[in-house]
DNA sequence: TTTT
DNA sequence: TTTT
């Protein structure tokens, strides 16, 4: 009846954007949420990082495509998804992923993504790419897959 | 740095519940969130059904041992934890859960859990389930695996 | 950027439904959330009780006219919104409410809303909301102001 | 039973900060979170802020006290509170806040807040919040009753 | 004003 | 395997 998922965390690669017969658009993204669990009994810390698989369609896809990269942090809401496959060998398999309704790109405009501050993006994408990437990078509220509407609202 | 499930749906079963060594007690749930999709292009509405396996620990998994029988609706509070093994044909295996930090009975006291709609929970349970739904069976708020305290709030 | 409320609670009083000009349905709610606190020094257990007030537009508000009743156990995801105005004494006043973008009903289908199971729905109601109640009242995944839709998905 | 809310925006001002008599430490934010709202009928895009009174005790008081400064990117989850009181003129009055439980701040680590994009941090801050901007100013995941810190994740 |  |  809910099947919710509220991520925050940094991206562990550039995304994986595809169409399909179609064209529908499609991006994959790991995030990384690491968190720090202290043990009473043993007066450490530890540190514990999570990677989740994320799945983005249309909207969401062309966002992701565009302006994401490895290092960004990213807001991620979404849903629960477990695929199941037999593999080769006879073997039930599961797979769970996060489906995104919403993604928001986190931190100030100018954020450099992962070590991109420095340089390392040197011709590695093609024209469109390094456009994206040298226009303002936006902060936030791109994204939504259903875009709000108003029309009468009294506020 | 977020990681966040939240869940509302009916258990598909009668808990799991064991301890381990040491005295600490475990629980396993199956939860089924449905929902209904609708197709513009074909104008039908579709069902989904997806799966949730919940882990909870100590007092959750008491709670639930004590509380939670199949088809009983609940709110479920977690984070997404993936477990990952080799398999006996040496393939990488992984498992997605979510690992419950809170845990609400939903519906009125009375409520019955699966067919118990009919009024038939005379006999309609073992002894241990018959006592445990003689006691005042709570809608929500027991549970919490760190209770809130409070001292001096001024409120 | 996200403003994001979750309510799990009861309706204080049936709702408030009115249609403004255009014929745009608005309906409010008054949401009660009831938590229990223990406080470690005293060992006492208190209970405290938040009222919210939720706004409903279209859909929602329909939905809310037609099925809930003082009583209902109800989820509300919606955003904050603070409105404010100066009053006869010339001072500004202040308002927060939630503007629910999803409401889903909870409990089983049979739940009784309140009192209502063992009498006093008779007659209360006009016509319309009388069959209403009489007709099968849905157990949540009503509502959705903005109806999911699917076309291509591979799953 | 379930009263939760998620926010992500920007910090007004610096926080303002009190010890109650007792020592227990208090802080309040203003928290603005901006949505673009398309308006289908008239396509045209408006831009709504709504600002937040987040109330945060303890340790999260401290780590808003050392770490946030107008600005601030910050994620806040917690539980909507309204106080009520009788004004000078004899009206009842309400005001609601959000009780935080977490707090996040979001970006990376450098993070210029507000004006600091241009390097600009010397002399611009007291002797007191000098030394703790000077100090690592960690990106998330300090905060909280269990506080947690950064500075080597490898991505 | 709801629920437990 | 639940619920509607």
Same mark, same amino acid.
């Given at each position: ?9 940094? +991206? ?5 954007? /595809? ?5 529908? #658009?499609?991006?994959?993204? @790991?995030? *990384? =949420? ?39 942090? +990213? ?5 629960? /998804? ?5 593999? #080769?060998?006879?073997?039930? @398999?599961? *797979? =769970? ?59």
């Amino acid at each position: 009846m809910i099947n919710k998922v509220i991520l925050i965390g940094n +991206v562990g690669a550039d995304p994986e954007v /595809r169409a399909l017969e179609g064209g529908v #658009k499609v991006a994959r993204l @790991r995030i *990384a =949420t690491t968190e720090r669990i202290y043990n009473r009994q043993t007066q450490e810390t530890k540190e514990h990082t999570e990677w989740h698989n994320v799945t983005l369609w249309r909207n969401l896809a062309d966002v992701a495509d565009r302006f994401i990269r490895k290092g960004s942090q +990213v807001y991620i809401e979404g849903s629960l /998804r477990t695929r199941d496959w037999t593999d #080769k060998d006879g073997n039930k @398999r599961y *797979a =769970t992923e996060i489906v995104a309704n919403d993604l928001k790109m986190l931190g100030r405009r100018g954020d450099a993504p992962a070590s991109g501050a420095d340089n390392s993006y040197g011709g590695s994408y093609g024209g469109a790419a390094q456009s994206s990437q040298s226009s303002p990078s936006p902060s936030g509220d791109i994204a939504a897959s259903a875009p709000q509407e108003v029309d009468d609202l009294p506020f």
